[in-house]
T-cell receptor, first 113, second 112 residues
Framework: DGGITQSPKYLFRKEGQNVTLSCEQNLNHDAMYWYRQDPGQGLRLIYY???????QKGDIAEGYSVSREKKESFPLTVTSAQKNPTAFYLC????????????FGQGTRLTVV | RKEVEQDPGPFNVPEGATVAFNCTYS??????FFWYRQDCRKEPKLLMSVYSSGNEDGRFTAQLNRASQYISLLIRDSKLSDSATYLC?????????????FGTGTRLLVSP
C-alpha cells in the first residue's frame, strides 16, 4: 500500500533538546515538504525538497533543519533554536514541484515540556 | 491580508442541508486550486481539485472564478460524516517551484 508514514505520532521534548521527526514515502514522488500547523492558522511551509540532496527553506525555516539523502526519506530536526516548537507537524509529497496536489502523512504532534 | 481567505465558521447545519463555502485568493499568478478536508487532529486529505469549468464529485461541487479570484465548494444532502474542516488551497509559482498556500479552513458541523 503506497503512502507517507510519519513517526512518531506523538512526541514530547524537554526545552533545549533537539528532536528529529521521521517521514518516509513509497509513492516514488520527487518532491517532499514539511509543514507546521498551529490552532487557528493555516499550514505553513518549513522546508521543501525537489530532489535527493537538494532542499530549500520555506516560510518559517528558522530553528529547523532537514536532509534528503534518499528519495524516500525527508527527516525534520527541530532544534533548540526554535522558540515555539509545540505544534502539529505534517510531511507531504507530490509527484514534482509542479501544480499538482500534495499527499500528507498522518502528522506528528510535538509538545515541549 | 492573507493570501488565501476563508470564513472560519463554524457552519452548523442539519443533516440533509445544502451548505456552501467560499474562498478568495489574492495572487493572480495562482495556477491550480484544491479543496482539502481535515478531520480533527488528522492530516489534510484531498477532497477535489477545482477547474475553471467547475466540477462535481457526487454531492460535492467546486467552482472557480478567476476574474474574481474566488473559489467555492457546495455540499448537497449533508451527512454527519461531512463534519470536518475544509481547507481551500491555492498552488502558485514561487521563484522556481509551485507553492501550495493553505487557507485557515472552514469548520462544518452537521447535526442529526
Amino acid at each position: 500500500d503506497g503512502g507517507i508514514t510519519q513517526s512518531p505520532k506523538y512526541l514530547f521534548r524537554k526545552e533545549g533538546q533537539n528532536v528529529t521527526l521521521s517521514c518516509e514515502q513509497n509513492l516514488n514522488h520527487d518532491a517532499m515538504y514539511w509543514y507546521r500547523q498551529d490552532p487557528g492558522q493555516g499550514l505553513r511551509l518549513i522546508y521543501y525538497s525537489q530532489i535527493v540532496n537538494d532542499f530549500q527553506k520555506g516560510d518559517i525555516a528558522e530553528g529547523y533543519s532537514v536532509s534528503r539523502e534518499k528519495k524516500e526519506s525527508f527527516p525534520l530536526t527541530v532544534t533548540s533554536a526554535q522558540k515555539n516548537p509545540t505544534a502539529f507537524y505534517l510531511c507531504a509529497s507530490s509527484i514534482d514541484l509542479g501544480p499538482t496536489e500534495a499527499f500528507f502523512g498522518q502528522g506528528t504532534r510535538l509538545t515541549v515540556v | 491580508r492573507k493570501e488565501v481567505e476563508q470564513d472560519p465558521g463554524p457552519f452548523n447545519v442539519p443533516e440533509g442541508a445544502t451548505v456552501a463555502f467560499n474562498c478568495t485568493y489574492s495572487n493572480s499568478a495562482s495556477q491550480s486550486f484544491f479543496w482539502y478536508r481535515q478531520d480533527c487532529r488528522k492530516e489534510p486529505k484531498l477532497l477535489m481539485s477545482v477547474y475553471s469549468s467547475g466540477n462535481e464529485d457526487g454531492r460535492f461541487t467546486a467552482q472557480l472564478n478567476r476574474a474574481s479570484q474566488y473559489i467555492s465548494l457546495l455540499i448537497r444532502d449533508s451527512k454527519l460524516s461531512d463534519s470536518a474542516t475544509y481547507l481551500c488551497v491555492v498552488n502558485r509559482r514561487n521563484t522556481g517551484f509551485q507553492k501550495l498556500v493553505f487557507g485557515t479552513g472552514t469548520r462544518l458541523l452537521v447535526s442529526p
